[in-house]
């Protein structure tokens, strides 16, 4: 097994170099260069084994330069109660007939973001030794809120890296404020940006590729890495927990080895659903793979048209971390599906670059239809989803997966299709207090957010996490607030150059 790029197929590297790359220098992705199978007799076993064990187990089929020790240490300190709420890592909970939430939240974000950033650090790290790079990984991330802090949580005191995170002072919400500002650690930083997402956003774009800091970083046995959803390093970790939920679903006899389930995904980056697209093609028995899409429904029109065009008005939503116009992670996907075509991939999108929009073949477009279904759900729609699903099992879903869960409802009712289902649930409603909250009250509530977790807390009766909980009360760390001319100046200071 090695890696190449959607880009260039002739491409071979290691996994440790993809994963220190990030991102091939022909601006293509990193893929496997085969999709490793796994036999129905290996997931059934996996049914015996904590989720560490899992993850272990199904790593070792894309990591082959690592050897177990190495695999080990990554899922161990990653995957443990320490840093998850719950032994299982990630839990099932039975919905309503043959429906189940896969709930990816029980992290110390509370949001799916972990079950990849918990473990990047360390495999970022195991790589770098492997390849001898013998240097300390400094870590930017420009935030619009949820991955700042998932990152700092997945970097915070990992021997051998230093993170800085940057986010707009006036476009994050409170509580995702208050969370970054009192992040622990010794190797952690964090900056508010007079300016808006983008201003951060370049401002890291232009340091990463400033030449005058690379070389003071390589005197000092420094380097640059980025912790982005392209990374590799984070689309492995995501192909596990759809595997672990099928095991889980076998041991817990919802269903027979064999047969087949439908998974539903809520979706902005494509990354979360193309894992389990790898989780099928290694032997997942998946009948459709469901995008679900907010109004931001580029996905949903190019799955059943075969026409991406980003040329449209972009909506600001309450399921925020969906409210994207490019999603990176197809790229690998459309690589797959037209054979490792990499011209074929450099003409797409470079397209998509140039003009905002590119058609893919009919061949494609079977494909798309045979392996995927699609739909999207706007803001009325998704609060009325919460609600109903509330009074009907109390249940609380947050913004994300409520999306999920009425497309799903649409499609059902639209193809009478009664395969099982595993929906993917993507953040704890905690996280979006304000808006689950007013979809169940059914009007704005005028509580401060801590106080709004309270009130969720009492209609729920859900527990808080700890690390919300804890945020009221927690000291404030990093108060620094600065114009985007300045972030230079920072990170150099931050590193003492
Ligand atoms: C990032 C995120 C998504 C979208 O996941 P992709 O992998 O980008 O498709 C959905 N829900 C939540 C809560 C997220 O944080």
């Known amino acids: 097994m090695y890696y190449k790029s959607t880009r260039n197929s002739s491409v071979n590297i290691s996994s440790a170099e993809a994963i220190v790359q990030g991102i091939s220098a022909d601006g293509g992705l990193f893929v496997p260069s085969e999709i490793p199978p796994i036999t129905m007799d290996e997931i059934v076993k996996l049914g015996d084994m904590s989720y560490s064990e899992r993850a272990a187990y199904i790593f070792a089929k894309y990591l082959t330069d690592f050897t177990e020790a190495e695999i080990k240490y990554c899922t161990d300190n990653a995957y443990n109660d320490k840093k998850f709420a719950t032994d299982n890592i990630a839990e099932m909970s039975h919905l309503f007939d043959g429906t189940y939430i896969l709930e990816l939240w029980h992290g110390p974000t509370c949001a799916f973001k972990d079950m990849a ?151 902005g980056n494509f990354g979360n659903i193309l894992a389990a697209y790898y ?137 009478g299709d009664t395969t099982k289902t595993v929906i993917a649930s993507t953040a704890s409603p905690y996280k979006f207090s304000a808006s689950v909250l007013e979809a169940i009250e059914g009007k704005t509530s005028d509580l401060d957010e801590f106080d709004m977790v309270d009130r969720l807390a009492e209609l729920s009766g859900y527990e808080i996490p700890a690390s919300l909980a804890e945020l009221k009360t927690k000291e404030k760390r990093f108060g620094d607030v600065i114009s985007r001319e300045k972030q230079r100046e920072y990170v150099l200071g931050q590193l003492s150059l």
């Open 117 to 267: 950033l918990q473990i990047l650090p360390y495999l970022l790290t195991t790589s770098a030794k492997k390849i001898n790079i013998d240097k300390k990984i400094v870590i930017l991330v420009a935030t619009s809120g949820d991955t700042g802090k998932a990152a700092l949580e997945g970097f915070a005191d990992v021997p051998g890296t230093q993170i800085m995170v940057f986010y707009p002072e006036d476009g994050v919400s409170p509580m995702q404020k208050r969370q970054m500002t009192t992040q622990d650690g010794a190797n952690v930083a964090v900056c508010g940006i007079e300016g808006n997402f983008d201003d951060c956003q370049n401002g890291v774009k232009a340091i990463f590729t400033d030449e005058a800091v690379k070389s003071k970083l390589e005197e000092n046995k420094l380097m640059f890495s980025s912790a982005n959803s392209i990374n590799w390093g984070r689309l492995a970790p995501q192909i596990i927990y759809y595997i672990s939920a099928y095991a889980t679903l076998v041991k817990d006899e919802e269903i027979k080895a064999g047969d087949k389930i439908n998974i539903v995904v809520p979706t």
């Open 279 to 415: 989780a099928k093609h290694m032997g997942v028995p998946v009948n459709k793979l469901i995008c679900a899409s907010n109004t931001n429904k580029v996905l949903t029109d190019f799955i059943t048209t075969g026409v991406y065009d980003r040329n449209r008005d972009f909506f600001t939503t309450i399921s925020p971390s969906m409210d994207i116009l490019i999603s990176s992670n197809l790229e690998r996907l459309l690589y797959l599906m037209c054979g490792e075509n990499d011209a074929q991939i450099r003409e797409w999108f470079g397209a998509l670059s140039k003009t905002g929009k590119y058609e893919v073949t009919d061949d494609i477009k079977a494909k798309l239809a045979e392996e995927f279904a699609a739909g999207y759900c706007d803001d009325t729609e998704t609060k009325a989803t919460i609600k109903r699903i509330f009074d009907k099992y109390s249940y609380t879903l947050d913004t994300h997966s409520a999306v999920a869960v009425k497309v799903y409802e649409d499609y059902r009712q639209k193809t």
